[in-house]
T-cell receptor
Framework: AQSVTQLDSQVPVFEEAPVELRCNYS??????LFWYVQYPNQGLQLLLK??????LVKGINGFEAEFNKSQTSFHLRKPSVHISDTAEYFC?????????FGKGTRLHILP | DAGITQSPRHKVTETGTPVTLRCHQT?????MYWYRQDPGHGLRLIHY???????DKGEVSDGYSVSRSKTEDFLLTLESATSSQTSVYFC????????????????FGNGTRLTVT
């Protein structure tokens, strides 16, 4: 069963423009949500996480995400992107005793 | 950075040969995971482990086995490699206690690129 859906496989955006990367998850009683980033030729690193509490979560490098229970979404946003944000972004959900990843969204920054 | 070392970093092997990938950690974390990354599929969980001799299957475990005889080492074995197992393999660890695998952030190694010809 699909636990995490990333709606866009690629997102092009101009430098200094805002961006939103979309993520929807399968509903569950307990929700633990994550965003990871993978820069070219590197492993993944944690951007931010939602475990409980405030629905607006701030992460590294100016990214933030909002947990929306009614829409089962956890979209990632940044108000102004930089060329260094070029990477693949993965949404993930904690399920049973493990973390399940979406298929990823490639962020292309246009000059 | 979390102390995670994957070896080898690159490997080319022939169809039908056995292959073992190693993940070594220096963080003394109980949870260890093996994922594979393929274009269009994201990361898919192969196997995971909570501790020594405590392992379980993930979503794509067919054709793979694992062993964990020491807390710091988690081995992934392809008993008879196939071309469909050409992929990048990532090891990850997390520091949660039992039952907290779902809410403990993962720390990843740098990956092993495996090509099966």
């Amino acid at each position: 069963a699909q636990s995490v859906t990333q709606l866009d496989s690629q997102v092009p955006v101009f430098e200094e423009a805002p961006v939103e990367l979309r993520c929807n998850y399968s509903s569950s009683v307990s929700v633990y949500l994550f965003w990871y980033v993978q820069y070219p030729n590197q492993g993944l690193q944690l951007l931010l996480k939602y475990l409980s509490g405030s629905t607006l979560v701030k992460g590294i490098n100016g990214f933030e995400a909002e947990f929306n229970k009614s829409q089962t979404s956890f979209h990632l946003r940044k108000p102004s992107v930089h060329i260094s944000d070029t990477a693949e972004y993965f949404c993930a959900v904690g399920r049973d005793d493990k973390i399940i990843f979406g298929k990823g969204t490639r962020l292309h920054i246009l000059p | 950075d979390a102390g995670i070392t994957q070896s080898p970093r690159h490997k080319v092997t022939e169809t039908g040969t056995p292959v073992t990938l190693r993940c070594h950690q220096t963080e003394n974390h109980r949870y260890m995971y093996w994922y594979r990354q393929d274009p269009g599929h994201g990361l898919r969980l192969i196997h995971y482990s909570y501790g020594v001799k405590d392992t379980d299957k993930g979503e794509v475990s067919d054709g793979y086995s694992v062993s964990r005889s020491k807390t710091e080492d988690f081995l992934l074995t392809l008993e008879s490699a196939t071309s469909s197992q050409t992929s990048v393999y990532f090891c990850a660890i997390s520091e949660g206690n039992r039952g907290q695998g779902r809410n403990s952030p993962l720390h990843f190694g740098n990956g092993t690129r495996l090509t099966v010809t």
